[in-house]
Nanobody, 128 residues
Framework: QVQLQESGGGFVQAGDSLRLSCTTS????????MGWFRQAPGKEREIVAS????????AYADSMKGRITISRDRAKNAVFLSLNSLKPEDTAVYYC?????????????????????RGQGTQVTVSS
């Protein structure tokens, strides 16, 4: 049973940075794409970034573009999200997810707000 585990969240001040990590365990996992989502209280889950596994093609949601970077370590099946210039409105639970069958093209890489596999999430709280 493949499991994804996020880490790196925390309580920070506006303008601070965080780096979230997502590691996988529990079985053979060959992702085609991995991504990061977030869900704030009372709001729907939204995808913020995705990365296509074989070539590293990335896509970012407008809500965070310019302030985040998604990266991967193919050898470790790990994905990371660097968050910069954090704002109070970025407060949310951040989840990583992975797909093993879907093969997106650039125009579809932000089209899903959930993936086949998803972790339990890590809380990011940004105070003003």
């Amino acid at each position: 049973q493949v499991q994804l585990q996020e880490s790196g969240g925390g309580f920070v001040q506006a303008g601070d940075s965080l780096r979230l990590s997502c590691t996988t365990s529990g079985g053979t996992f060959r992702p085609t794409v991995m991504g990061w989502f977030r869900q704030a209280p009372g709001k729907e889950r939204e995808i913020v970034a995705s990365i296509r596994w074989f070539d590293g093609l990335t896509a970012y949601a407008d809500s965070m573009k310019g302030r985040i970077t998604i990266s991967r370590d193919r050898a470790k099946n790990a994905v990371f999200l660097s968050l910069n210039s954090l704002k109070p409105e970025d407060t949310a639970v951040y989840y990583c997810g992975g797909e093993t069958r879907w093969r997106p093209i650039l125009s579809t890489m932000l089209s899903r707000n959930d993936y086949e596999y998803r972790g339990q999430g890590t809380q990011v709280t940004v105070s003003s």
